[in-house]
């Protein structure tokens, strides 16, 4: 029911016995799909020879868990090489496409034999990249039209996906800069799901997610997606950029429409800390779990079953957005994008029944409300806040505090820190805002206190002392502190840079130019430029 928590794993490859725990893990972190491969050369090794035992394996035993398979009808056998096959690039001998008949045949067989079992089928694994696929769009979207035909014919309910696509062209090693646009539009009617990639950063993925959506707006394509594959590898990053990444990329992909979401994989490939395609899973080799399992369970614990209510509008820089738990609870999932400045607060409200922050580890505690308000610290770290019992849904508030996330001062000059505090309680309090300012700033005074009436802001100004020889930048730049507090309700302290200015008299300069550069020519790179 509802959105697809998935996971894809080569579970086939394993002794039973690693089978039931992979099993046991994907069930108990909230897995419900796992995404492997029905691979025709090991199910058909020599034709009309059929072994079936290592699928087999696979649906019964993530089943007894109550996680299904969602196998890839995937990597024929030598045998069944079409003899018109041609290849795009020559020189490899990978990705050669099947013959249509055995290619239908095989279709036929899996689909009849799963008819009870599986509910979700996809054709092909990435037709977009040559390394899979080594012939042209328009013979997989053949093979899809067939796999589609034959898929239905056996088991009329069985949901058909395209292969999954790698990315948004273009890309190194694409079959066609227009296979995707093809496969949507030729093939219409032959699959039931677009299925879509992506590794790499959250960042990358929000991108490609956004400009997907809006290719398939313009070709009018209606039929739902799914993220069926989608993580980053721990390789060089350690294992808290990947759980932070399987956080964000998860809740955006069901903000943004899909039907499901698969991290890429369940266990890691190998040991090699060097080997990126080793260090994917949510599991070690020796299914020790790493940062991101707990993460995943997280998100499974809150939001299995639920629905996606909207985004929450929270600020610039700010994403927030909004669930409706199965027990009726509101759960808002958070993160600040802007790296300068590291924590900025939300007051929310509409608060009765109390108000809970989860990080992203599952880790829950009670958040202070006064007046149906409570104010949320959003830091860079994803993380979820939990409604209980709620009247309605919650609504976004100004911040109660606005300043600067840099502060350029001129030494020996006039110099000021300005900040904006609101009072978003439904009461009067008194708003205390206190500096804490780095070696070589002073200031008259660091403390302001004002009386603010319900939904009141005041604008305060800090004058500051900066004497003429003050520097900071590089790797010495200061930070001023900002605490501020709304009476006994609410407090937090956050932190400005701070950058120095040289101010040069008009006067300084010649008249005549004394360099002139008029051609990139001129130009010498001392270090390479990143791409």
Partial sequence: RGFIFGVCSHSQWKPVEQQEIQAMAASWCGVKVLREDAVWER?????????????????????????????????????????????????????????????????????????????????????????????PAEEYIEMLKIAHAETKKAAPGMTVLTGGFTMMPPFLNIVDPRHMEKTLVQGRGFYDVQAFHVHGTFEKYRDQVDRLLKFREGLDVKTPWWANETAITSMGAGEYVPAVT??????????????????????????????????????TKDFQPKAAYPVYNTIATYLTEAEYVRDLALGPGIDGFLFKARNGDYILAIWNNDRNVPMRPVALKGIAGGAFAV???????????????????????????????????????????????????????????????RNPLDQATMATLALRLPEGIGAPGTTQTRRLGPGETAELEFPLDVPSGFRSMGRERREIGVHVALGSRWEGTFACKVDSAVSIAREEFSAELSIVIEDVAQQTLLAPDAP
């Fill in 359 to 421: 990080d992203m580890f599952g880790n829950e505690k009670p958040l202070e409300s006064s007046d149906g308000c409570v104010v949320v610290d959003i830091g860079l770290e994803p993380s979820l806040v939990r409604i209980a019992n709620p009247p309605g849904e919650p609504a976004a508030c100004p911040p109660p505090i606005e300043f600067p996330s840099r502060l350029t001062v001129i030494p020996g000059g006039a110099n000021a820190m300005r900040l904006v505090v």
């Fill in 43 to 135: 199910m058909e090794p020599r034709q009309g020879q059929w072994n079936f035992r290592f699928f087999d394996s696979v649906v019964e035993t993530f089943g007894k868990y109550g996680v299904e398979v969602a196998p890839i009808y995937c990597y024929r056998p030598d045998w069944a090489v079409a003899k018109d096959w041609k290849p795009l690039k020559p020189e490899s001998s990978r990705g050669k496409r099947p013959d249509y008949g055995h290619w239908a045949n095989f279709v036929g067989q899996v689909a009849t034999r799963y008819r009870d079992t599986v509910r979700y089928v996809e054709v092909w694994n990435e037709p977009d990249l040559l390394g899979y696929a080594n012939f």
């Fill in 246 to 283: 399987l956080f964000q990329k998860f809740i955006y992909t069901w903000a943004r429409g899909a039907m499901g979401y698969n991290w890429f994989s369940l266990c890691n490939a190998g040991t090699d800390p060097q080997n990126g395609e080793h260090n994917f899973g949510l599991l």
